[in-house]
């Protein structure tokens, strides 16, 4: 790692901008290019911070540019919600469009946040659509109090069974009956009092009384 800076002609850019060079092997399966010298890759970035002082080491630079980089993460995954096409030809139209998506994006943010634990904290949209947020669920109530039913064995599993035939265990050999599958359990999720309790891995948003 090495600064650049009066190296490069850097007038076009504001007063005070640093070049920061790193050298590093590209990850498994990367296609190198011809200027990865020795097989190693040579990346920059810009900064304005000044050196000197606690925490303005080239290392330490690089790591908080490094960790920049989840901001490329939220993009990917705000173009999942809906930012990768602006389905109106009105401009007033596509920019409520777009807070819509950035509404969307922060609920899904703060969702893994403070109320998913293990691979949904960092899962995609795509897998939190098939996982928690399109789960098949019953709501029921009793009194005052309303239960939300959800399968513990969501999603249902995709691998399939092969039965036996006469064939597989010999000449003559009964086929084995298929054994009836039970059905599913269910976690059970009490709402009472505009108040929310959260089972497993899923989350329960504020069920409302719809009479």
Known sequence: ????TGLVDLSAWPEGTRLILRKERPHPGAQLRFTDIDGNRVTGFLTNTAPGGPYRQLADLELRHRRHARVEDRIRNAKDT?????PFHD???NQVWLDICALASDLIAWTQRLALTGQH???EPKHLRLRIFSVAARLTRTG??????????????????RC???????????ATPA????????TTIHHESRSTTVGRDHILTDAKDRG
Not at 82 to 86: D, M, S, V
Not at 165 to 170: A, E, N, T
Request: proline letters at 19%; one cysteine or more.
């Open 1 to 4: 790692m090495a600064e650049a």
């Open 82 to 86: 809906g930012l990768r096409n602006l």
């Open 91 to 93: 401009t007033a139209h």
């Open 121 to 123: 904290r960092i899962a």
């Open 144 to 161: 005052r109090r309303l239960t939300l039913k959800i399968p513990t064995d969501w999603p249902p599993s995709r691998r399939h069974k």
């Open 164 to 174: 036996p035939c006469p064939d597989d265990q010999g000449p003559g050999a009964p």
């Open 179 to 186: 054994t009836p599958e039970k059905p599913p359990a269910h």
